[in-house]
């Protein structure tokens, strides 16, 4: 044990600059002014991921020296610091990052669910066009900050945008449904649209939207039903005189 850093007076100035460069050290990389702007909502969950992760082994390795000291037999002065002193800020970044981790992976499937393969399966790309804008407003609302998210006296304003983020996210998710709903019920592809259910089968979300998705399964059996009706109804018709093509066929024989 160093001599110099054997008492409270001085150990906790010490670990109070550890926890402020783990503090600085998140801040500059979680800058929600160009966090949304600079990195994919994929790497936007991987950073707030691994600055929750640091935060948290912080306050983990503390515990884990102190029950040590605790058990060691040569009689070591226990560490009975102040939490609040040592982890209080670290503590509310973590919650933070979590709220973070939440809303950018909110987006991310907002945007997973409606890509190419709905605007090919829907044939309303005016529509899912218009869906795709209201969630990048959503997303947008970041940009403009004006007060630091990590400082625990602005948690009501950063309580506050949660809840405006939330309120409009569902009134997207109301849309999306209705927009699910009434195209599902007008397909142009049952087999486009089967293929493309199947891959939200293995996306690995509890998003509201692919469990709306999920559930138009029976719409696209209807639609099946009714292309294999229109076949059978055409072999019927034409089954003794089938049509035959106008096109001249050149045979070329070597």
């Not at 029950?67 to 509310?92: A, M, P, S, V």
Request: proline share 1%; charged share 30%.
């Amino acid at each position: 044990m160093s001599k110099h850093y054997n008492k409270d007076e001085r150990f906790v100035p010490f670990m109070e600059k550890i926890a402020n460069e783990i503090i600085n050290r998140v801040r500059q990389t979680i800058d929600i002014k160009t966090l949304f702007s600079s990195y994919t909502l994929n790497e936007v969950k991987d950073l707030c991921y691994q600055a929750k992760h640091l935060l948290l082994q912080w306050k983990i390795e503390y515990e884990n020296i102190r029950t040590k000291l605790e058990n060691d037999k040569r009689g070591f002065l226990t560490w009975n610091f102040e939490h609040r002193i040592l982890f209080d800020k670290t503590d509310y970044m973590s919650q933070i990052c979590d709220d973070l981790i939440e809303i950018s992976l909110n987006l991310n499937e907002f945007y997973d669910i409606f890509g190419l393969e709905m605007k090919t399966v829907t044939g309303n790309e005016q529509m899912v066009n218009q869906i795709f804008e209201h969630v990048s407003d959503l997303k947008k609302s970041f940009f403009s900050y004006y007060f630091d998210i990590f400082n625990r006296e602005n948690r009501q304003q950063w309580y506050s945008f949660i809840d405006e983020f939330k309120h409009r996210s569902l009134i997207i998710e109301q849309e999306a449904k209705h927009f699910i709903r009434t195209s599902f019920t007008q397909l142009r592809s049952a087999e486009t649209a089967f293929d493309m259910l199947m891959k939200f089968q293995k996306i690995d979300t509890k998003h509201v939207l692919a469990h709306e998705m999920i559930q138009q399964f029976s719409a696209i059996l209807l639609q099946y039903c009714k292309e294999i009706d229109i076949i059978y109804d055409l072999f019927i018709k034409y089954k003794d005189h089938p049509p035959i093509l106008k096109v001249k066929i050149l045979f070329i024989f070597f």
